[in-house]
């Protein structure tokens, strides 16, 4: 029952963080039209490159975000469609790696007004690599969604294995078994498991490899 509630209550916040974004979003965007929009790059975050056809037309807002948010996303985009003001935004969600979607918005991307990483790890290269390139602030409104831990993920014979004989599980004793030259046949007596690895995303790609590379 908790772990429902809990989950409940990731959605609403997941929900209200969104809908924060999009009137921050829709505010810019007309704000801009209003007074004939800022020259150079369009800003990033919630920028104004959504567009709007004739009157009454609705606003297209581009949402880049990480995969792992994907499920509730699509919840919360269905949920705020349902609303009055839900008719005069048309969301995009666009899914992108959160390295790739600050690069593209760098870039130039127009499709994307908001940007929701995976998490803030890769922000402030981001600000600096825009401030650089069009020399103003990318970000006109941030909210965090939520907190997460980063895992690891392993098979339970094996994780048995590694607190046999390390004690517990963690970067240390993991750079610990990366370096046993028999692999697993000096960790758990199990030559048939054959080295120990570790799989990790891409550093420059993706903030759990960034955060795991050296």
Aim: hydrophobic content about 40%.
């Amino acid at each position: 029952m908790a772990s429902g509630k809990s989950s409940l209550f990731a959605r609403i916040i997941v929900v209200l963080a969104i809908v924060g974004c999009l009137y921050a979003a829709y505010y810019y965007f007309n704000r801009n039209k209003a007074g004939g929009g800022d020259s150079g790059a369009p800003q990033s975050g919630a920028g104004s490159t959504g567009s709007a056809g004739s009157k009454g037309s609705a606003v297209e807002i581009g949402i880049a975000y990480g995969t792992e948010k994907k499920n509730w996303l699509e919840w919360a985009v269905q949920e705020f469609a349902n609303t009055p003001d839900g008719g005069k935004i048309k969301i995009n969600l666009i899914p992108k790696g959160s390295l790739e979607g600050a690069q593209a918005l760098v870039a130039g991307d127009k499709t994307i007004q908001v940007w929701s990483p995976a998490s803030s790890l890769y922000k402030d290269t981001f600000v600096q690599d825009w401030q650089i390139k069009y020399s103003n602030a990318p970000i006109l409104k941030e909210e965090s969604l939520a907190l997460t831990p980063m895992v690891f993920v392993i098979w339970e014979e094996r994780y048995q294995a590694l607190i046999q004989k390390y004690k517990s599980l963690n970067f240390t004793t993991i750079a610990q078994a990366l370096q046993e030259k028999g692999g697993w046949n000096a960790i758990a007596q199990k030559p048939e498991w054959g080295l120990f690895k570790l799989g990790h995303t891409h550093p420059t790609k993706s903030n759990s490899g960034m955060k795991t590379a050296p």
